[in-house]
């Protein structure tokens, strides 16, 4: 498969950037929620949807040949719902119900409330088992479709996940492709500080998976990734991508208090100026 283009690379960080103001306009109207690691995933999530990775359809969500996409760190779920907005699958305006009473964007993500949403996640570590089952269920079926899991560095302090690694190596689940996202915070402090992770990919080398190891902001890097992944003809895969938490917002960045706060209002009209004027650096890529 080819790499994406220059082009595309700037249309993709246009899409995150969007997804970014986005996260930001739900969480502040919200007054709860996870910034940093939503902000950290734009780029992975855009490129997934919009750079030709993901098999999706807005227009048939429950198409049975889609691919799957399991987020088991559903605290970050305000990604998810921006990104299958920006992408078709709900209006725009309903973003600003998250966490609302009877919204169907609740803080965890409900398979059955929204179309996109392949699994309920909420407890850390659980998301890992549910992909490798899918993916196990795919293999047995003769499906061609693939499964993606995106999981946070913190849940690997989860004793489950190594119990997916495991189960996924021994089955030689190829189809299965998991995405950390390594931005080295938990909501206690840094993960090496609360339990130290060292090498993932070392790790799940000796579990007997394809690693790739990439930065999580680079877009052809990803789909890069994502692409090698799906040409892995027996093991899973795991793609470390190292993020940086708070992504383009100078203030939140790299810091773990930022790991399970909203901004006020005020901090959020400070995050979106920062967001449009590079909005607007983007756009002038095209001039």
Not at 155 to 176: I, P, Q, R, S
């Amino acid at each position: 498969m080819e790499s994406i283009t220059e082009k595309k690379q700037i249309e993709l960080a246009d899409m995150a950037t969007l997804i970014r103001e986005d996260i930001v306009k739900m969480l502040v109207e919200a007054g709860s929620g996870h910034s940093a690691g939503s902000l950290g995933m734009a780029d992975i999530f855009a490129t997934l949807y919009f750079g030709d990775v993901l098999r999706h359809d807005p227009q048939n969500p429950l198409w049975e040949e889609r691919d799957r996409l399991v987020l088991s760190n559903g605290h970050i779920c305000p990604v998810l719902y921006a990104t299958l907005a920006r992408a078709g699958y709900l209006p725009l305006d309903e973003l600003t119900t998250l966490r609302d009473f009877r919204s169907r964007l609740q803080g965890h993500p409900h398979r059955e409330n929204l179309p996109g949403v392949e699994t309920t996640s909420g407890p850390l570590g659980s998301g890992l088992s549910q992909a490798s089952g899918m993916a196990y269920a795919a293999r047995l079926d003769g499906a061609k479709w693939r499964v993606y899991c995106l999981l946070s560095d913190g849940e690997h302090d989860e004793g489950n996940t190594w119990e997916a690694v495991m189960f996924a190596a021994k089955y030689k689940l190829n189809n299965l492709t998991a995405i950390i996202d390594r931005n080295n915070i938990q909501i206690d402090g840094y993960t090496e500080d609360v339990m130290p992770l060292n090498s993932l990919a070392t790790k799940y080398e000796a579990f007997n998976w394809h690693v790739i190891e990439i930065d999580g902001h680079d877009y052809g890097a990803i789909k890069d990734a994502c692409d090698e992944a799906s040409s892995v003809a027996d093991r899973p895969t795991v793609i470390v991508a190292r993020t940086i938490p708070g992504k383009d917002i100078e203030y939140m960045e790299n810091l773990p208090e930022w790991h399970g706060k909203s901004p006020n209002v005020g901090e959020a009209i400070e995050a979106l100026r920062e967001l449009r004027t590079l909005q607007g650096k983007i756009e002038a890529e095209y001039d």
